[in-house]
């Protein structure tokens, strides 16, 4: 299993060395680490100095959706494994997705559970984040179950469903989620293998008021391009799959 490990990132050399220190202790190793600097002024730039195996690629500001699409395209191998420079991977990560993977080679795309850490204490994560794995669009509708650091996905996937898209300023990973699971399984690997740092002002789920109207724009997006004879296939009973009710973040 040859994997490319796509890190976009602005601003933020400092825990930008923790996430690759994190991806260089993995026990089973990727075939190559590219960094997506989204026009950083800060020393993001000065990086190879510490990580020199790794591949970096600057471009003008424009976004992590732009980031994780130039990443996908640099790509040389076959599996991509994202990893957002705020977050930290846990030295087994790779390794599950592998034996997963060898274990069902039909399988396109798998994510594992997370850890949560806020003000340097672990906090529980809520129940509407709860992880499933199989046939999981209905269980995706109503919230972004999936972090991208906690994803590996074949790039056979992204030519079938298209790449983040670059319209949306955030959820744009929810947007993903959504048009891979109505057509395809979503494995997950039930254990805490990645961490995720909360509460840095700079994150996208900080900066934006009123998450639920970027959800959706995505929902609409997939009405327009799958419409709803399609939706309504995912339900055994054959009726129309129920739109969420969204509730403010």
């Known amino acids: 299993m040859e994997i490319s490990v796509v890190i976009p990132t602005y601003n933020r050399y400092e825990v930008l060395k923790r996430a690759l220190a994190s991806v260089y202790a993995q026990t089973h190793k990727p075939k190559e680490v590219i960094i997506i600097d989204d026009g950083s002024t800060d020393e993001t730039s000065q990086i190879l100095k510490l990580f020199p195996e790794a591949k970096y690629y600057y471009q003008k500001n424009s976004g992590v959706s732009s980031a994780r699409n130039l990443g996908i395209k640099k790509a040389s191998y076959e599996w991509i494994a994202f990893l957002d420079s705020d977050d930290e991977w846990h030295p087994q990560k790779l390794q599950e997705h592998l034996e997963l993977h060898l274990d069902s080679p039909e399988l396109q795309i798998s994510y594992t559970d997370e850890k949560w850490m806020r003000d340097a204490k672990e906090v529980n994560m809520p129940k509407k984040y709860r992880k499933f794995g199989g046939d999981i669009f209905k269980e995706c509708?109503?919230?972004?179950?999936?972090?991208?650091?906690?994803?590996?996905?074949?790039?056979?996937l992204f030519e079938r469903v298209g790449l983040f898209d670059e319209n949306l300023e955030v959820c744009e990973d929810y947007d993903l989620w959504l048009r891979i699971a109505i057509e395809n399984k979503i494995e997950l690997i039930d254990k805490k293998l990645i961490t995720k740092y909360g509460g840095d002002k700079d994150q996208l789920s900080m900066k934006f008021w009123g998450m639920d109207r970027f959800r959706v724009k995505a929902l609409e997006k997939l009405l327009n391009n799958i419409g709803s004879k399609a939706l309504a296939s995912h339900n055994s009973c054959g009726t129309k799959v129920p739109l969420p009710e969204l509730k403010e973040s």
């Not at 509708?141 to 056979?156: E, G, N, Q, V």
Request: one cysteine or more; a neutral charge; proline letters at 6%.
């Open 141 to 156: 509708l109503s919230h972004c179950i999936i972090a991208p650091s906690a994803t590996i996905i074949h790039k056979d």
